[in-house]
């Protein structure tokens, strides 16, 4: 069974800061690690992806990718009431359909 | 920019009633996916799609369930007598591949509410 697993916080964070959400996976044989924002009733929007080992930064989001530990994470700097939402963590392995994780929902107190 | 479109936005049913869920991929795409989020639980994969057949489906997607792309541009998803835990939100997927590294573009979803 494939899982994987995010705090499902909430995790709150003032105006600014640097919010951390981190998400770990069960198969090794996860190729690409998705990033999806989803704001309440809505569906989700895709933020980043990552494909190696290491960091990769798009603005204010850097993903992070640990195959080793199999640990994935998304770091949201100067952040903002707006990004207050639930980060949804994905993966997949080759062909194979994206596995969510539950989600942490983060709120960023102005 | 291209999107992925669903209707109804809404579906409130009748339980046994048969419930048909409707999605415009982007135009270009060749994969087709259907997913579901129950409230406050995770997105779960129902069938994936692709050449007018399916290609991979899920423990959920049982015999209640099927999909059609009955012309070059719907994708459809058919409940045929729901149940009460078949209440969620029904989001379609497309790809313009199905390689690992391509991304999905999803719609806006369909709540689906079955009394």
């Known amino acids: 069974q494939k899982e994987v697993e995010q705090n499902s916080g909430p995790l709150s964070v003032p105006e600014g800061a640097i919010a951390s959400l981190n998400c770990t996976y069960s198969?090794?044989?996860?190729?690409?690690f998705f990033w999806y924002r989803q704001y309440s009733g809505k569906s989700p929007e895709l933020i980043m992806f990552i494909y190696s080992n290491g960091d990769k930064e798009d603005g204010r989001f850097t993903a992070q990718l640990n195959k080793a530990s199999q640990y994935v994470s998304l770091l949201i700097r100067d952040s903002q009431p707006s990004d207050s939402a639930t980060y949804l963590c994905?993966?997949?392995?080759?062909?194979?359909?994206?596995?969510f994780g539950k989600g942490t929902r983060l709120s960023v107190i102005a | 920019e291209p999107e992925v479109t669903q209707t109804p936005s809404h579906q409130v049913t009748q339980m046994g009633q048969e419930v048909i869920l409707r999605c415009v991929p982007i135009s270009n795409h060749l994969y087709f996916y259907w997913y579901r989020q129950i409230l406050g639980q995770k997105v779960e994969f129902l069938v994936s799609?692709?050449?007018?057949?399916?290609?991979?489906k899920s423990e959920i997607f049982d015999d209640q369930f099927s999909v059609e792309r009955p012309d070059g541009s719907n994708f459809t998803l058919k409940i045929r007598s729901t149940k009460l835990e078949d209440s969620a939100m029904y989001f379609c997927a497309s790809s313009p591949a199905r390689s690992s590294y391509n991304e999905q573009f999803f719609g806006p979803g369909t709540r689906l509410t079955v009394l």
């Open positions: 994905a993966v997949r392995a080759g062909n194979t359909p994206l596995v």
């Open positions: 198969d090794r044989g996860s190729q690409s």
């Open positions: 799609f692709y050449n007018n057949e399916i290609s991979e």
